[in-house]
């Protein structure tokens, strides 16, 4: 488990299992889960709904509503889900919220296709995913954050998310602490 508290962004293209991974791995972190779809303003969701992709411009109030809530959560921890897709857009969350991490979900575009493919009730169509993979900028080396591959069981992914941050959150406080004696 991670030492201290941190507010972790799952990120990822549509499909991915952000909505399925997001709320398990809040549960082993034992902190809350937001969804991110659900800080989405209803003309966010018309427009995905009718099969058009979100431009910046749709996308800045959104983020916001996701920073604002990482921010509160500053020190108590949680996790949400969010695409993430752009370095700008997790600039414009890590701005809000400087502690948060990124755990992006990644793997094979087949797979991820037929998630979607056979998901029920989203307003994300699979049509759109061609966009989503146009858009993505995985994380770069300055990025505090992991990625993930996506294949296996819910529970196989959450625990490598967990695993993952748990490296990242003891190297991290290693390079805080300096070099190490020899």
């Not at 916001?64 to 889900?81: N, P, Q, T, Y």
């Not at 993930?148 to 992914?157: F, K, L, R, T």
């Amino acid at each position: 488990m991670m030492r201290t508290p941190h507010v972790v962004v799952v990120m990822g293209v549509a499909g991915t299992g952000k909505t399925t991974i997001g709320p398990l791995l809040a549960a082993r972190l034992g902190v809350p889960y937001a969804e991110g779809d659900d800080f989405h303003p209803q003309a966010n969701i018309d427009k995905m709904s009718a099969g058009v992709p979100l431009d910046d411009e749709d996308r800045w109030p959104w983020l916001d509503a996701i920073g604002a809530w990482a921010h509160e959560r500053a020190g108590l921890g949680g996790v949400v889900s969010s695409s993430a897709l752009k370095r700008s857009y997790r600039d414009r969350l890590r701005a809000a919220a400087p502690g948060i991490a990124f755990v992006h979900l990644t793997g094979d575009r087949k797979l991820i296709e037929d998630r979607m493919a056979h998901r029920r009730g989203h307003f994300m169509p699979t049509a759109l995913l061609d966009s989503q993979f146009a858009t993505l900028q995985p994380l770069e080396a300055d990025e505090r954050g992991v990625a993930v591959d996506v294949s296996g069981s819910p529970e196989e992914i959450t625990a490598r998310a967990e695993a993952a941050l748990d490296a990242l959150d003891s190297s991290t406080q290693s390079d805080e602490a300096g070099p190490s004696p020899r």
